[in-house]
């Protein structure tokens, strides 16, 4: 049956890849699908079962390959296709399946399909893949463009201007609008051939790399495809564009999953992708864990984070969020990361290795299919004040650089990441004298690896702390702590002060813990202290 085809995916651990960053095995400063493969040994060993790629596409890296000049060749940088066949085919050796990211919104302007309209010095009948107008219209719909005007100027030989959806170099792809006010030729409806080829492009494109047996992607910018919709009306021209590539794919390719960048955009009915991501960027993972360190978003509410040693957060916005997330569907399925390639890491700023416990002991159990974004199992530290290398500067407040930085394997020249020269890595490697490695925290029994990989083998063992048990919050203050499938009680004190959680019910000895001590009343738990015990309501 076709959802059951993809019920896999509620039982998914994820890492995710930033593939200039992981591994270089051919000594050119920047990462490859070879060194992905000669390390699939230390990813399986984590116990995750699913690869996220960021995407690993050709492109001229103005985005980091969020800008795509073909869907359907590996970046030569990165390797061949053929590469990537052999990755999956030994990840999938190990159990662990491949997700790609698709960028279904936009491409770079190197893409052929842009260079043919940009050629042309009119409408080109066989094209309208992307939008253009040839005087800039009074009201100028706009929506995700960091800094920079929507419309932008064409370089020619065609007049006029074409509609990005990031950065200029990020054409929007044509998918129609909603609102069509005066009737411009350019505001084509959603069923114009133009925006049809687009959507019969994304299916090529998926079922191409699906054929080579990846098992799904991660949607960059799902919400923007039909133009001029609103949020407040629930996106339903894009809804129901992605409604019909579930459709086909559950005929075609029921096991394949689609899980899009941030919440779905839905109406009623049933859900067009596999489950929502609460972002780094976003409130409700940002009210838990980001200290502003790497700069106050635009749209963040300057706040102090609940996983903080001075203890001033709440977990009321995450809570509220996680709600609302559920509402219609509490058996919906939620991806939280430990932090991505858009903002900052766990350990970020002024928060220490020894403060990841409780943070990766939530991340761990709290319900979500947990993501642990590369570097995480060793607690690599978010680097401030770098340069800007393939857009990661934003603006002067947001530089993604600091989470892309090379992986550190071991003490060898460049952290064991590459034999290149040092000044042309593709990111300098943390300079700090401990900066953690995964070879000596192989060596250490009490490392945040061998925590992560306990973690994650307990929640792999141990149905109730997955995805399909309830969630019972016993105490939302510090120290945190929730009941899952009313047979484990997980107790998290993110802040240096002990405190004391009143419970009845725990169970024998904790079956990971640190820093928490049972007594007649219930647990106490030290700074930064953190346990999963086995529990009797
Ligand atoms: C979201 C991606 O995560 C980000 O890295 C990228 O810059 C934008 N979408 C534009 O594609």
Redesign the pocket.
């Known amino acids: 049956m076709a959802v059951m085809g993809r019920e896999w995916f509620a039982d998914a651990v994820l890492y995710e890849i930033y593939p200039q960053s992981f591994a270089d095995s051919d000594g050119d400063g920047v990462g490859d699908l070879q060194g992905v493969i000669a390390r699939l040994d230390h990813i399986a060993s984590l116990g995750v079962n699913v690869i996220w790629f960021n995407p690993c596409f050709a492109s001229p890296f103005v ?2 390959g ?1 800008d795509v000049a073909d869907y359907l060749t590996i970046a030569p940088r990165y390797g061949t296709n053929e590469d990537m066949a052999e990755l999956v085919a030994k990840a999938g050796e190990r159990g662990i399946r491949v997700l790609l990211d698709l ?1 279904a919104g936009h491409t770079s302007i190197e893409h052929e399909w842009f260079r043919r309209e940009l050629a042309a010095d009119g409408p080109d009948p066989a094209g309208d893949r992307y939008i253009w107008c040839e005087q800039l219209p009074e009201q100028v719909w706009q929506r995700e463009t960091p800094g920079t005007p929507a419309w932008v100027p064409s370089p020619g030989p065609r007049p006029g201007f074409y509609l990005k959806n ?1 950065y200029d170099q ?1 054409p929007a792809l044509n998918f129609g609008w909603v609102r069509r006010p005066g009737d411009p030729a350019w505001r084509q409806p959603a069923d114009a051939p133009g925006p049809l080829r687009n959507r019969q492009a994304l299916k090529d494109i998926i079922a191409f790399w699906l054929d080579r047996g990846v098992a799904g992607f991660r949607v ?2 799902a919400f923007s495809l039909v133009k001029d919709e609103r949020v407040s009306e629930g996106l339903a021209a894009t809804v129901a564009l992605w409604r019909e590539i579930r459709e086909w794919l559950d005929d075609a390719y029921p096991d394949a999953v689609l899980i899009p ?1 941030g919440s779905e955009p839905r109406t009623g009915g049933p859900a067009a992708f596999d489950a929502d991501f609460f972002l780094v960027i976003h409130d409700e993972h940002g009210s838990l864990f980001d200290n502003h360190f790497p700069g106050v978003l635009p749209f963040h509410e300057a706040r102090e984070p609940f996983f903080d040693a001075a203890g001033k957060g709440s977990t009321r916005v995450f809570l509220d969020g996680w709600d609302a997330a559920r509402a219609t569907d509490p058996a919906r399925l939620i991806v939280m990361s430990t932090a991505d ?2 903002y900052d890491r766990l350990c970020c700023g002024p928060r220490t290795a020894e403060q990841l416990g409780a943070a990766l002991t939530f991340l761990f159990t709290w319900g979500n299919v947990p993501c642990l974004y590369y570097g995480d199992e060793i607690g690599m530290r978010f680097l401030p004040g770098l340069p800007n290398v393939e857009g990661s500067v934003c603006d002067p407040s947001y530089n993604r650089a600091g989470c892309r930085t090379p992986m550190q394997w071991d003490a060898g020249p460049n952290a064991g990441f590459s034999t290149a020269d040092a000044a042309r890595l593709y990111l300098p490697v943390d300079p700090s004298p401990d900066r953690p490695t995964v070879a000596a925290q192989e060596a250490d029994p009490s490392s945040t690896l061998h925590f992560v990989r306990e973690l994650i083998a307990l929640r792999r063992a141990t149905p109730a702390l997955g995805t399909r048990t309830s969630t019972r919050v016993i105490n939302e203050d510090y120290p945190f702590a929730y009941v899952r499938g009313e047979s484990h009680l997980v107790v998290v004190n993110p802040r240096s002060e002990p405190a004391d959680l009143a419970v009845a019910g725990v169970v024998g000895a904790p079956l990971l813990s640190s820093g928490v001590t049972a007594h007649a009343g219930g647990l106490s738990v030290a700074g930064f202290g953190h346990g999963i015990f086995n529990f009797e309501p």
């Open positions: 985005d980091a969020y960028v990031f990020q960059d910018m960048e390639h858009d």
